[in-house]
């Protein structure tokens, strides 16, 4: 399931329905990502996301497939959110239920990770000595790549 929406989501309902996946469920691994207060200007005071709708959700779509052909997935719950957004707002979530922790974990980092060098989003850092595009991270790049690296 890949949702890309303007409104909050329920951590909580989004985490029961992982956990519901089936009678084999044995584990279930999350990520939030919330807006913090530096990024890279200091006293940043919200962010603004777009998205390229349809494309957006198809890259997401691919990242899950390459998920579940890497790791026992049961099921995978991706929500991003866009338009403007305060500190402390949940930006995105990644949800991965499987068999067995490893391959939950693994997949939920993988898509995470994948997600923020693939997926086309733009992302503003808003603050009051100016707004600025953030542009994609070295680090972000390197943590994608340990994946590239590390193929089955």
């Not at 006293?43 to 390229?52: A, D, K, N």
């Amino acid at each position: 399931m890949v949702i890309i929406q303007t409104n909050d989501f329920d951590h909580a309902a989004q985490y029961q329905a992982l956990r519901a996946a089936g009678p084999t469920t044995g584990a279930v691994a999350t990520f939030t990502g919330l807006v913090r207060d530096f990024g890279d200007q200091s006293q940043v005071s919200g962010l603004f996301l777009e998205h390229y709708p349809g494309m957006t959700e198809r890259v997401i779509e691919d990242l899950i497939r390459q998920a579940s052909q890497r790791w026992d997935v049961q099921a995978v719950r991706v929500i991003h959110r866009v338009g403007e957004l305060a500190l402390g707002d949940q930006i995105v979530f990644v949800g991965v239920s499987s068999a067995h922790r490893g391959d939950a974990f693994a997949a939920c980092q993988f898509i995470m990770d994948a997600l923020k060098t693939t997926a086309p989003f733009w992302k503003k850092e808003l603050a009051a000595d100016g707004d600025h595009w953030v542009e994609q991270k070295d680090s972000d790049l390197e943590q994608a790549q340990q994946w590239q690296d590390d193929t089955p």
